[in-house]
Every structure is written in C-alpha cells, then in structure tokens.
C-alpha cells in the first residue's frame, strides 16, 4: 500500500490494532481479509423522511471530482470576443443549447448540453489546492488558506459521509463509495472521509485500478475454509464486541466499531458489491466506449454501484496510478496543449458515456451527477511558462445532470473576462445545499462534532431553480 493511502488511513490501522489486542476483531472472526477502512454505515441516523419533508429528486449521486480545477473559459464559458491573452487557443462550436457554445474539443459533450445544467458563478476565496479541496468535497469553508492545511477531527466530513449519516442504507452494499486516488498536495487534503462523524460513515475506499486487467478486491472474498453457512454461524460472535465496552468508551478510535462489524458482515454475506465491482462482466463494447483509461473505467464503475445501491459514488480524477491520462488539470504549464491532447478529448468521451449508459440502464432520471474541480483557472494566459493559466477560485463553472436537473439550464453568469461572477454568484455552500436536497436530505440539519456542538449540514440554499 503506498505511504499516502497509509496515512490516510492511519486512525483505521490504530482502530484494527485495538481489535486484534481484544482477540474480537474481525480478523479473529472471519479467519482475516477485510479491510474495515472502507465500509459503509449500517443503519444509525435519522432517515431523510424524518428530517425534511422535501420531495427528493435524486435517490443517488455520482460525484466526478476534478482534481486541479479544470479550466472554465477553455470548456464552458468560453469569451471569444476577450482580448489576446484571456480567450485562449481554442474556438468554440454549437451546443444542444442556444446561444451556449462549447470548446471544439468537447464536441459529444455539447451535443448532450441539454442534459446539463451550467452553474457559471461559483466562487470563493481559497486559491491552494488543499483548503479549496476541502471546500469543494464538504461545502466548508476552511479557517485558513494555507496549502499545509492536515485533516483533524474539527474539520467537517465529506458530502458522501453526510449523507451515509441521513440515509437508509441498503443492505448488502456501503452507502458511500470513493476512489481511485487519494487527492493530496503535499500533505492529503483534508474533507475525504467522515471526520468527526465517526467511522462508521467513512467512505468505503480504494485505490486498486479499475483499468487494471487484475482489478479486483480480495479483502471482499471470504478465505477458502470459511462459506456463507459458517459466516453466519460465527455472526452471533459479534455480539462479544459488546463485552468490549470499557475499550469502546476509553477510545475515540474504537466507537463505531461494532457497527462497522455488522456492515462488514452483510457485505461478505452478500454478493452486491462484488457483482457491482465485476468490470469484466460487461460488453467490452460498452467498456471501450467509456475509454480504457482508468477515469473511463472509473466512470463505468459508478455506474454500476449506483445500479447495486449504493447512494453516493467519488470518482476522483487525479494523479498517481495509470500513468499519463491519470493526471488531474492543474494546467500552470502547456494549458492549451494538455487540454487538447489529453484531458478534454478523455471527458467528451467518458462523461457523455456515462450519461448515456445511465439513461440506457432507467438510472438517470434519479441519479444526479455532479462534475466540478476545486476552482477553475486564471483568464489571464501566461503562467510559468508563458502558456499556462494558474488557480482561479474567483469565477468558475460546475456541471450538473440527472437527479431532477432541468436540462440546459444556466445559473449565475461570468464577466466579459471570466474572472468574477456577473450575476448571481454562488458558493460550494451552495451546491453542498443543493446535493442535500435534491436527495431529500434537509440542508440544515445537524450533526454533532466532537465537542457535541450542533453544527448544520451545510450553510448554503439549494439552487433549486435548475431543478424541475
């Protein structure tokens, strides 16, 4: 395991370790395998119904994360009438939408723009990549811009963790998916896992690649001496963990744990997840066609986890495994050369992909997806080696479709420049409020931190008017 997915799962190793030491842990109980990092909630908060009588429109989200922040006025709104120096190298073409033209690299994309809503008025103040990653994956705004920004328990839980705590899981599967890549400048940033929600509402994460001819995750195979009829034989042990209640109490790192046993016993019980992890499995047609890149696959893979259940999938796009064409957009350098060549001709052929094959599954109408980066990039050409556009959290765009999303909609405007919002300017607050209650999910309800302080889900309004 590399060192990052290391640290980044280090309160979990803490967490088995003190399984192991009480000879209860799940280890002990199935013979070892599964990797307690990733699970998903069992059933503990509140159902949706029970915090806001909201209609949902969505029962699921698929969450393209962008990493590096992909460049707003080379893609969506673009400003062919700017001067030298901001519109950029690339024309633009018709979209499905009128008056909405598109880069000319994104041609499949703008012939489905009318299945898309533009938000072109997003903006903040965070111009690191690691507080404006945490802003963009819990909808927080973070005390303080620093790139150096480290995860701790004061700092809020991911949008997918939010919901595992308000939802109804379905049994069999985690209610929250991330992968495939840890999203870190320098240190991991912050905003990945459920902070102080507590463990059981963690994603269920990994880094194993889709694209791989071996993907696949053995912790979800039971060992050869153990079948389904002696798992559910050595079930009643876990109840053992209850004895276990002065370690409970004595440790932060131990709550949940009995919980995160029961979820990990249904899922090794089930053959949900393992069916929905099965890529080979499906048409290679079908997989050509979403690329055979490990975002391509990645986006298959969402896809089928929503089809299986589970409610809320990440996909990060980011560096690390696979190579060139695994890179995020964090284009200082070659902006124009690097869209063209490789991140722009992957997203018309993956993300329409992907729209197409959850409308041809009956899966889009409730399943909103949502791609966005952590800020856009600099109208001003120029940066490091003269072709190049730097962080811009000023002004950007975010896409969203499905779940109840009126097709071609635009929300908000840029200026003439792109650099500022003309009108209607929204901030992640604002779109962390609006994948709460297109789920059905009170935007303001409350969670507790560790101090058992009430703090709101979220401090932003939905943007309902992009809605039906």
Known sequence: ???????????IHRRQCLLQASQFGLAGLLGGGLNLS????????????????????????????QYGGP????????????????RGEFKSISSAVAGSPVCEYLPRWGAQLDRWAQIRSVHHDMKNHNPACYYSLTGKRPATDDIRLRDTLELFPAFGSS??????????VPTFVAYPHVLRDGAIAPGQHASFLGKQYDPYFFQADPNSAEFGLPELQLPANIDLARLERRRGLVELIDQEKRLIEQSSDARGLDQLQQQALKILSSTGLRDALDLGSEDPALRDAYGRSTYGQSCLLARRLVQSGVRFVTVYFSQSIGGKGSEGWDTHQENFKDLRERLLPMSDQTVPTLIEDLESHGLLDDTLVLWMGEFGRSPQVGDRDGKGRGHWPDCYTVMMSGGGIQGGAIYGASD????????????PEDIAATLYWALGIDPHAEVFDTQGRPLAISTGD???KIFY
């Not at 395991?1 to 309160?11: T, W």
């Not at 919901?163 to 069999?172: I, T």
């Open 1 to 11: 395991m590399a060192k990052g997915c290391l640290e980044f799962q280090r309160s």
């Open 38 to 65: 990733a699970l998903g909630k069992p059933a503990s908060g509140k159902p949706a119904s029970e915090t806001t009588t909201r209609k949902a429109r969505a029962k699921s989200v698929i969450f393209l994360h």
């Open 71 to 86: 460049s707003h006025i080379d893609t969506f709104d673009m400003k062919p009438d700017a001067p030298d120096g901001i």
């Open 163 to 172: 919901v595992a705590r308000f939802s109804e899981p379905v049994p069999g």
């Open 416 to 427: 003439a420049k792109g650099a500022y919002p003309a009108s209607d300017p929204v901030g």
């Open 462 to 464: 939905p943007i309902d």
